[in-house]
């Protein structure tokens, strides 16, 4: 079946433009994550969404910084004003079930997002 | 704090050459530890978890391990295809997040 799908594979943009990233996570999954990945850095934590739970923001790196999920399916990661530290691979993944289930992610081919 | 170390950073071997990965972990309420692996220019693949420790889990030339405090990544008679970035994350913490080290970048030439 289709995996995590993540669009568009590249950005680029200007300092101070705003950025939308999209995840589609995998049919009935009802868990999903995003992630960052910075050059020569692990995976950093975002946010999680969970069904209809409100979600875990506590990663978001600054109120710049914001996401949705509609329909517990398709999201959307908002990224205004951009600044040059904000380039580097966003990652979405999706789950069956939540993080109090022991149940493995999958993730996109996730976006690169460089600002000049 | 939680924190997760992996060696080395970076691993050269030469096809048929066994070696090990190593993921060193602190973490608060342990539930699992998954291992994923990373191909340049795309997401992370999922490889294995391990629940506890003395378990091993084996996918061809690969076998993982898991003890109170380490994992190691076991690879006998790499071929060049094994070639990638090889992430540990154990879950647990406040909030039952994954947490990721940064990798081992592992290649292996013919």
């Known amino acids: 079946g289709a995996g995590v799908s993540q669009s568009p594979s590249n950005k680029v943009t200007e300092k101070g433009k705003d950025v939308e990233l999209r995840c589609d996570p995998i049919?009935?999954?009802?868990?999903l994550y995003w992630y960052r990945q910075s050059l020569g850095q692990g995976l950093e934590f975002l946010i999680y969404f969970q069904g209809n739970s409100a979600p875990d923001k506590s990663g978001l790196p600054s109120d710049r910084f914001s996401a949705e999920r509609t329909g517990g399916s398709v999201s959307t990661l908002t990224i205004q004003r951009t600044q040059q530290e904000d380039s580097a691979v966003y990652l979405c993944?999706?789950?069956?079930?939540?993080?109090?289930?022991?149940?493995?992610?999958?993730f996109g081919p996730g976006t690169r997002l460089t600002v000049l | 704090e939680d924190q997760v170390t992996q060696s080395p950073e970076a691993l050269r071997l030469q096809e048929g050459e066994s070696s090990s990965l190593n993921c060193s972990y602190t973490v608060s309420g342990l539930r699992g530890l998954f291992w994923y692996r990373q191909d340049p220019g795309k997401g992370p693949e999922f490889l294995f978890t391990?629940?506890?420790a003395g378990e091993e889990k084996e996918k061809e030339r690969l076998k993982a391990t898991l003890t109170k405090k380490e994992s190691f990544l076991h690879i006998t008679a790499p071929k060049p295809e094994d070639s990638a970035t090889y992430l540990c994350a154990p879950q647990g913490g406040s909030q039952g997040n994954l947490i990721f080290g940064k990798g081992t970048k592992l290649s292996v030439k013919p």
């Open positions: 391990l629940y506890s």
């Open positions: 049919s009935g999954h009802t868990a």
């Open positions: 993944a999706s789950s069956l079930a939540g993080r109090n289930s022991y149940n493995e992610q999958f």
